[in-house]
């Protein structure tokens, strides 16, 4: 079937970042995979990273995990966002480590008859996820009764390098595993680099680094960084849709809900076949799409299921075209981070948002 809209997933592009990144780190790389890849397709991507040569897969929930598990991921599995009442005992039986960060969740664990491995995750200052208020309680607990493969952390501030923060948070983590090692628990696997770390910080490196964002060919952050080219990184999304609608319009036209557009010319406008409904974030103004070699801005709201362009006069762009929405830029096409530009969002927000009636395709990018 011809879709309307497409999200196109280049696989060697994942595979292009995942050695960039690995040589970069010189540590294990987990393959951050939650929340559906960053909304890449969570089981295509789990199992290209694993071929890629990904040496761990990292996600958010249980059932993620498992997910990938049953498809036939066979690296080791880490699942972080595991609340106390989890289902622990599919987690063993699927082979799946799971993050303790807390005392609830330890019990959890200690009752168990099988029990899986697990990665203790410490606060070191970002005050979210992690041991701090419980940590000393932690250490008096009975821990040899489980399996500990794993220390980790996460950074606040990672993607502003030049914060005390950074600094704070590596000498923090250390000290946990000074803490952890004068009672005889040396874990194997220290991680604590997310993308915007593993690009810069190489003292955060540790054995294993984790990768989301970088991953996916995306900048952690545009000011700091640079762009995804100036970082030697393939954007693996192309988002393509097809226009709708081309129509000739006058000047003096008010254009979509509220009418927040008037056309200031004779212009063709062109109604692109996505919309909100799909993560095209309603606020975006000064994006739009790439068509006929031209790129053309949106006027008016996205509505739900589509939004509308100024395609421009002398447009050959008709009924029925594909148009890039976004892509690696390198055609003159917008790119992920121009859309977040646009929402005063950040592009691991654009890519992750777009919608599952969206259908991902496992192919190269087309122009
Ligand atoms: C999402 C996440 C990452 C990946 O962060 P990026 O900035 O996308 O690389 C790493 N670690 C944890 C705990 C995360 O939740």
Known sequence: MEHRAEARIDLNALASNISLLKSKAGADLLAVVKADAYGHGLIEIGLAAEKSGANYLGVALLEEAIALRTHGVRIPILAWLVPPGSDFNSA??????????????????LKLQIKPRV???????????????????????????IEIVGIFSHFARADEPGEKQNADQLLNFKEKIDELSARGINPPIKHLSNSAATLINHASAFNMVRTGISMYGLTPDLNTFGDSK????????????????VKKVQTGLPVGYGATFITNRETKLGVVAMGYADGI??????????????????????????????????????????VVIFGDGTHGEYTADDWASASLSINYEIVTRIGPRVPRIYAPHVY
């Open 92 to 109: 063993a039986k699927h082979d799946i480590d799971v993050a303790v960060s807390s005392i609830a969740v330890l019990e959890d664990i």
């Open 119 to 145: 990665h203790i995750e410490v606060d070191t200052g970002m005050t979210r996820g992690g041991f701090l208020d419980e940590w000393p309680e932690f250490l008096g607990r009975e821990l040899s009764k």
């Open 230 to 245: 100036k970082l030697s990184l393939k954007p693996v999304m192309q988002l393509r849709a097809k226009l709708h609608l």
């Open 281 to 322: 974030p309603r606020i975006a103004q000064g994006a739009g799409i790439f068509v006929d070699g031209q790129r053309a801005p949106i006027v008016g709201r996205v509505s739900m299921d589509q939004f509308v362009v100024d395609l421009g006069p002398d447009s050959k762009a008709t009924s029925g075209d594909w």
